[in-house]
């Protein structure tokens, strides 16, 4: 007996539609210019029209766009297709947040979150690769080793997908859900900044799922040759995973620190495009007891980011089993924000959202892809018997 997972993953390989989520507009338009002997003004006009349908109102049938003639219809569907991931398991916390486990390619499993009351209304943070090749100490995720990084088309769809599941479509509506896209989930986003840019052009198109680039957010552990460009090419706000204040400590904790030391880091931050106090740089700070989180280390915090327009986020460490660390205790938390609040400083203490489903920050890691591939293994088995 086949099956069924198999069946639909080799079908979905087979397929030699190319896919036109992910594609930037003008790409879109040399696409159908190719295909479909389109000249340029023809071919912009029905990629203006494709991108409403997808981005604005998530259709996912071109035989639904009903503003382009059924011959066209029928000759895009057969040359193209609008891809969505396979969603393997949805998982909603107790707090409202939900995590996914989404199948983009086989092989290529990622796991993102969306968190109701972020931002303006709500957060979803984004994988933008397999796996991670960092191995942070204190992240879940680090644990998993990198399979590759994701295309646009693969970003961008999770997004999709998520809109599909809050219902949220058409587009830009003033009760919408997802305001908010942070690049904080599976992988160093720098590590694949040209798939990420290229997401981050289609997310805050206007006409289409159009969220803002000041509420598009991409967190690093700090790959600082790729600081510059990414504020130079995507206007995206930036995050730095920091989490310690001296290199030894953040040798330790964030191993890419050995390659780019924090005066390294710092100094690309101060640099960061178009930085003000209304574009500030967020500085995540993970509390790890008796690590991380002493008074002193409070005062040498804000020492090191004088002069940088800043927010630092203190998120008490979210442990998992096996986890080396334990989070600090609440009243030390709040005293090491008291410190840099009177330094100036905004230190919101993130609260933790989706802990019950290991959706936490630091926390995904898609176990789930190992039990399912051993209960497709037992099925085989048992059929062949």
């Known amino acids: 007996m086949a099956d069924p997972v198999l069946t639909a993953a080799t079908e979905r390989r087979n397929d030699l539609r190319r896919n036109v989520v992910g594609l930037r507009r003008d790409a879109l338009a040399e696409a159908f210019a190719e295909s479909l002997a389109l000249d340029a003004k023809k071919a912009r006009m029905r990629?203006?029209?494709?991108?409403?349908?997808?981005?604005?109102?998530?259709?996912?049938?071109?035989?639904?766009m009903t503003d382009i003639g059924k011959d066209l219809r029928e000759a895009l569907a057969a040359r193209f297709l609008i891809g969505r991931p396979e969603s393997l398991d949805r998982q909603v916390s107790n707090d409202g947040a939900r995590k996914y486990l989404l199948r983009l390619a086989p092989g290529a499993e990622v796991e993102c979150v969306y968190i109701p009351d972020v931002g303006r209304a709500g957060a979803l943070c984004v994988s933008s690769q397999v796996g991670c090749t960092l191995s942070c100490t204190f992240c879940h995720t680090g644990t998993q080793k990198l399979v590759r990084n994701l295309s646009a088309a693969e970003i961008v769809s999770q997004a999709l997908a998520v809109k599909d599941d809050l219902e949220e479509w058409p587009s830009g509506r003033e009760d919408r859900q997802l305001s908010n896209i942070v690049f904080m989930g599976m992988g160093e986003p720098l590590y694949n900044l040209d798939n990420v840019a290229a997401a981050i052009d289609v997310i805050s198109d206007g006409d289409g799922i159009s969220i803002s680039r000041r509420r598009i957010t991409v967190s690093t552990s700090g790959v600082v040759p790729e600081i510059q460009r990414l504020g130079a090419e995507t206007g995206a706000m930036l995050a730095i995973s920091l989490h310690a204040t001296n290199?030894?400590?953040?040798?330790?904790?964030?191993?890419?620190?050995?390659?780019?030391?924090?005066?390294?880091?710092?100094?690309?931050?101060?640099?960061?495009?178009?930085?003000?106090?209304?574009?500030?740089?967020?500085?995540?700070?993970?509390?790890?007891?008796?690590?991380?989180?002493?008074?002193?280390?409070?005062?040498?915090?804000?020492?090191?980011?004088?002069?940088?327009?800043?927010?630092?986020?203190?998120?008490?460490?979210?442990?998992?089993?096996?986890?080396?660390?334990?989070?600090?205790?609440?009243?030390?938390?709040?005293?090491?924000?008291?410190?840099?609040?009177?330094?100036?400083?905004?230190?919101?203490?993130?609260?933790?959202?989706?802990?019950?489903?290991?959706?936490?920050?630091?926390?995904?890691?898609?176990?789930?892809?190992?039990?399912?591939?051993?209960?497709?293994?037992?099925?085989?088995?048992?059929?062949?018997?």
């Open 47 to 64: 990629a203006n029209q494709v991108w409403r349908w997808v981005y604005h109102y998530g259709v996912t049938d071109f035989a639904a």
């Open 247 to 385: 290199d030894s400590l953040r040798d330790e904790l964030v191993p890419i620190n050995r390659k780019y030391p924090i005066a390294e880091l710092l100094d690309a931050c101060r640099a960061y495009p178009d930085l003000s106090n209304a574009r500030r740089i967020t500085f995540e700070y993970v509390m790890l007891k008796g690590v991380n989180d002493s008074d002193a280390e409070a005062r040498e915090l804000v020492r090191l980011l004088k002069g940088i327009p800043a927010k630092i986020n203190l998120i008490p460490f979210n442990p998992w089993p096996g986890a080396p660390y334990e989070c600090s205790s609440w009243e030390r938390i709040e005293a090491f924000a008291e410190i840099v609040n009177r330094a100036g400083y905004a230190s919101p203490i993130r609260t933790p959202r989706g802990r019950d489903i290991l959706a936490a920050c630091g926390q995904l890691r898609s176990a789930s892809i190992k039990e399912r591939a051993s209960e497709r293994l037992k099925a085989r088995l048992a059929a062949d018997a």
